[in-house]
């Protein structure tokens, strides 16, 4: 299978069948994974430039290993982005990885579409890790393959996706995948943290728990992004945990075997009680991030057989 795509920029506008086949490569890497064996000649001799304009750690991490258990040189760029004009370095940038013949080019900036304007001006192929509140594509691919082998499918099923919405790119991600594939998709939070955006994409939205929680088959707790917020959308965190905190009284409206996930960091105590989170049945948390790896080696597996470089 090959991607009509260079880069991975965004899910809006995958195909389903573009989509069920990354999740079906991503599913061999699991296997190869779990057998403790590599595949290093995929890569080899390829330069993966993982480079980094906002904080990460599971994200960054699982380039590094994904890029290296395919046999990559990976080099980490962390760029503070707080003192500088955005526009200007990330041209320059561009420029600095055109000359060391970067292959591919991981990266994650707190502006929506800096990927985009990266993939014109480099000739390495760019997977965004994540831009602003736009979208972070592998994290929507690594919980769909979470939920699709919990699950056995995605089509049918209904994922809550709860908390802040609105500057969340993992959420917009998710609606556009899971709509896709499918599932159908609500999501539950206060009004200040719902972009009007959601009834245009066709998900249901509610503003209280006990309704869009009721008869989930996934419950998915998003981070309230409080370095995102310009004014002070949410009370206090006991304020929010209480409405929309996800604990164990507000799961049972959910289905008996209904998933929890969680795209991490968590801040426990405030969009996810810590019984919930750590819960080994109901809890598919560290799970997500092992499918992250398989995730990204299928990416960077289906970007190498578009030959890289348009030198
Ligand atoms: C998310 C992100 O950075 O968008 N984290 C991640 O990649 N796992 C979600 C978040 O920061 O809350």
């Known amino acids: 299978m090959t991607t009509p795509h260079r880069h991975l920029l965004q899910i809006e506008g995958l195909h389903p069948p573009q989509i069920a086949a990354m999740l079906d490569l991503a599913e061999s890497y ?32 699982s380039f590094e290993l994904a890029g290296k258990r395919l046999g990559a040189d990976v080099i980490n760029m962390s760029v503070s982005n707080s003192s500088v004009n955005k526009g200007e370095t990330l041209l320059d940038t561009a ?17 929506s579409g800096a990927p985009n304007l990266l ?12 831009d602003g509140t736009h979208e972070h594509p592998t994290q929507a691919l690594l919980d769909a393959l979470t939920i699709r082998r919990r699950k056995g499918r995605l089509e049918g099923l209904k994922i809550a996706i709860c908390g802040d919405v609105l500057h ?11 709509s896709a594939m499918g599932s159908s998709v609500r999501v539950v939070g206060p009004p200040t943290l719902i972009p009007a955006e959601c009834a245009r ?35 206090s965190a006991r304020e929010y945990f209480r409405f929309f ?20 960091p968590m801040n426990r105590g405030v969009e996810i009680d810590s019984a919930v989170a750590d819960d080994p049945v109901r809890s598919v948390i560290k799970e997500q991030v092992e499918m992250g790896v398989a995730v990204r080696m299928a990416v960077l597996d289906l970007l190498s057989r578009q030959g890289f470089r348009n030198v």
């Open 168 to 178: 969340s790119r993992v959420a917009r991600s998710n609606i556009h995948l899971l």
């Open 95 to 111: 420029a600095t990885l055109n000359a060391m013949m970067c292959d591919l080019l991981v990266v994650r900036h707190g502006e």
């Open 119 to 130: 993939a014109q001006k480099v000739d390495a192929a760019v997977i965004n890790a994540g």
């Open 201 to 235: 994409l066709g998900v249901e939205v509610f503003h209280n728990m006990v309704e869009g929680l009721t008869d989930a088959d996934v419950v998915m707790a998003l981070r309230v992004q409080r370095e995102r917020m310009s004014a002070g959308l949410v009370p």
């Open 245 to 264: 905190g996800l604990d164990f009284e507000k799961l049972t409206y959910a289905k008996p075997d209904a998933m929890v996930m969680h795209p991490g």
């Open 30 to 61: 699991v296997l190869l994974n779990r057998s403790g064996k590599t595949q290093r000649d995929l890569l080899r001799g390829r330069t993966l430039i993982n480079l980094f304009f906002e904080d990460s750690t599971r994200t960054r991490t």
